[in-house]
């Protein structure tokens, strides 16, 4: 049966069928807190004057049903982190010798029980705690960011011109960008079609045909895997190596580049997530069909940081991309947080435009300064941080929104927008340090040689 190098299906389809159900499960949960809350079922349309009258009870409960639903988005991303983290960074990291498709196939199985979960709690009504638990179950196998971490580890193994690693790779967030926007435009209808259990079940198919296409369809890109029994044994050891077996100034700057990623993630992902909490809130009051036009709005983000991405590789560094994506963020959510009418909601997204830039290029930049044998380990990292600043990043502004609510919902944005000021400095730092002008192939070194000259110790693993 032919094979193909082509992982862009994988992640595309990927990110359809969540995005079509990371809406819906926050739509859905905050009707089923509705429902406890007001003892009431949810009007199937929430016009302004519904939301905005002067019944003091009315706003009550409208805070408290808010303040519910964001805290209880923070315990299911507290089940989700906890065994997710050491999962990605084993996961990733472990596709350095046993393949990229191993980091793919185990994370969409954790998808398909996650949304089959969600239609069944749909289909009868059950308690929400069974989400809690769908959540774990789907960190214990890897989740989104691993299985993101093995699709760029993969795009890595077939850039050997490192001046189309960024292009590559911005491809990528593009195409998550496009199916995403698509999923999120038809899911309003599709409640409206269908109710909310028929998206879920849809998604969980997709995942499943996902599994099918990688399993017989999608080629292998590390050739002569591993022993297993030496890569249960060395698991973490590519890792380790990433940092100790490396010059001092590679060391520097891709801790300085993890920092910035880890930072610029939190912000973005933490102000970005409330939206749709922000959107249901008084005084916009959207319901399922403006919030779906508002997230495949967000569409224009992906294409529009693509094009910037791929224009401006050839007139800036890559630092300088970075540095103007995340003004876009700030000034995105700075303008958020007051934004109070449909027209300026929907207007948020001018200056969002290349939010996603930093993302594509600062992966560009690490994978450009570790060699082939270690593409792995750096993207485990990266997915680890990147799981790690989104789960927090949601648990932190979960709480934060639930707090402020009441005497202002705009909070969260300017509090994300000032943190942004962190990767901005962060990647400053690396501007000052020359990272443009070292030679690449000088901050690539080869762990076997250093490990054979005694420069570096193994880990005491690797010595039972």
Same mark, same amino acid.
């Given at each position: 049966?032919?094979?193909?190098?082509?992982?862009?299906?994988?992640?595309?389809?990927?990110?359809?069928?969540?995005?079509?159900?990371?809406?819906?499960?926050?739509?859905?949960?905050?009707?089923?807190?509705?429902?406890?809350?007001?003892?009431?079922?949810?009007?199937?349309?929430?016009?302004?004057?519904?939301?905005?009258?002067?019944?003091?009870?009315?706003?009550?409960?409208?805070?408290?049903?808010?303040?519910?639903?964001?805290?209880?988005?923070?315990?299911?991303?507290?089940?989700?982190?906890?065994?997710?983290?050491?999962?990605?960074?084993?996961?990733?990291?472990?596709?350095?010798?046993?393949?990229?498709?191993?980091?793919?196939?185990?994370?969409?199985?954790?998808?398909?029980?996650?949304?089959?979960?969600?239609?069944?709690?749909?289909?009868?009504?059950?308690?929400?705690?069974?989400?809690?638990?769908?959540?774990?179950?789907?960190?214990?196998?890897?989740?989104?960011?691993?299985?993101?971490?093995?699709?760029?580890?993969?795009?890595?193994? =077939?850039?050997?011109?490192?001046?189309?690693?960024?292009?590559?790779?911005?491809?990528?967030?593009?195409?998550?960008?496009?199916?995403?926007? =698509?999923?999120?435009?038809?899911?309003?209808?599709?409640?409206?079609?269908?109710?909310?259990?028929?998206?879920?079940?849809?998604?969980?198919?997709?995942?499943?045909?996902?599994?099918?296409?990688?399993?017989?369809?999608?080629?292998?890109?590390?050739?002569?895997?591993?022993?297993?029994?030496?890569?249960?044994?060395?698991?973490?050891?590519?890792?380790?190596?990433?940092?100790?077996?490396?010059?001092?100034?590679?060391?520097? =700057?891709?801790?300085?580049?993890?920092?910035?990623?880890?930072?610029?993630?939190?912000?973005?992902?933490?102000?970005?997530?409330?939206?749709?909490?922000?959107?249901?809130?008084?005084?916009?009051?959207?319901?399922?069909?403006?919030?779906?036009?508002?997230?495949?709005?967000?569409?224009?983000?992906?294409?529009?940081?693509?094009?910037?991405?791929?224009?401006?590789?050839?007139?800036?560094?890559?630092?300088?991309?970075?540095?103007?994506?995340?003004?876009?963020?700030?000034?995105?959510?700075?303008?958020?947080?007051?934004?109070?009418?449909?027209?300026?909601?929907?207007?948020?997204?001018?200056?969002?435009?290349?939010?996603?830039?930093?993302?594509?290029?600062?992966?560009?930049?690490?994978?450009?300064?570790?060699?082939?044998?270690?593409?792995?380990?750096?993207?485990?990292?990266?997915?680890?941080?990147?799981?790690?600043?989104?789960?927090?990043?949601?648990?932190?502004?979960?709480?934060?929104?639930?707090?402020?609510?009441?005497?202002?919902?705009?909070?969260?944005?300017?509090?994300?927008?000032?943190?942004?000021?962190?990767?901005?400095?962060?990647?400053?730092?690396?501007?000052?340090?020359?990272?443009?002008?070292?030679?690449?192939?000088?901050?690539?070194?080869?762990?076997?040689?250093?490990?054979?000259?005694?420069?570096?110790?193994?880990?005491?693993?690797?010595?039972?």
């Amino acid at each position: 049966m032919k094979r193909f190098y082509l992982v862009e299906p994988v992640i595309g389809l990927f990110a359809f069928a969540s995005f079509m159900t990371y809406p819906l499960l926050q739509q859905y949960i905050y009707r089923r807190m509705w429902e406890q809350v007001t003892n009431s079922t949810y009007p199937d349309s929430l016009n302004s004057s519904h939301c905005t009258g002067n019944d003091t009870g009315l706003t009550k409960r409208h805070d408290d049903v808010q303040k519910k639903t964001s805290l209880f988005f923070l315990y299911n991303e507290l089940c989700f982190m906890f065994p997710g983290l050491a999962v990605s960074l084993f996961l990733v990291s472990y596709s350095d010798q046993r393949g990229r498709k191993i980091a793919i196939i185990i994370p969409l199985i954790g998808d398909v029980v996650f949304t089959f979960t969600y239609f069944v709690v749909c289909s009868f009504s059950l308690s929400l705690n069974y989400l809690l638990v769908a959540s774990f179950l789907s960190g214990i196998l890897g989740g989104p960011t691993c299985l993101v971490g093995g699709c760029f580890a993969y795009v890595a193994d =077939l850039c050997d011109n490192s001046s189309t690693k960024t292009v590559r790779m911005a491809v990528l967030d593009m195409v998550v960008g496009l199916l995403s926007g =698509l999923a999120s435009l038809s899911t309003g209808f599709f409640i409206r079609a269908a109710g909310f259990k028929w998206p879920f079940l849809t998604a969980a198919l997709l995942h499943g045909l996902n599994i099918v296409y990688v399993v017989f369809f999608l080629a292998e890109t590390v050739q002569n895997p591993a022993p297993a029994s030496f890569t249960l044994r060395s698991r973490f050891n590519g890792v380790y190596l990433l940092f100790a077996a490396a010059p001092r100034k590679r060391t520097t =700057l891709l801790i300085l580049m993890l920092l910035a990623f880890t930072f610029y993630k939190f912000a973005k992902v933490g102000g970005m997530f409330m939206f749709i909490l922000y959107e249901l809130n008084a005084p916009l009051c959207w319901d399922e069909l403006l919030v779906g036009y508002g997230s495949a709005l967000s569409t224009l983000i992906f294409l529009t940081s693509f094009a910037g991405v791929s224009l401006l590789s050839h007139c800036l560094h890559d630092v300088h991309i970075v540095l103007i994506g995340l003004l876009s963020v700030m000034a995105g959510l700075v303008m958020t947080a007051f934004a109070k009418t449909t027209l300026l909601m929907f207007l948020v997204r001018v200056p969002l435009l290349l939010a996603i830039m930093p993302a594509p290029v600062l992966r560009s930049m690490m994978s450009k300064i570790v060699s082939k044998s270690e593409q792995g380990a750096v993207f485990a990292c990266v997915a680890f941080l990147e799981m790690l600043s989104t789960v927090v990043s949601f648990a932190a502004f979960s709480s934060i929104y639930a707090a402020t609510v009441s005497w202002f919902s705009g909070f969260s944005f300017i509090l994300a927008s000032g943190l942004t000021l962190i990767p901005l400095t962060l990647m400053g730092c690396v501007f000052c340090l020359g990272l443009e002008g070292t030679n690449e192939t000088q901050c690539l070194t080869t762990e076997d040689e250093d490990v054979n000259e005694g420069k570096i110790k193994l880990p005491e693993w690797d010595h039972r």
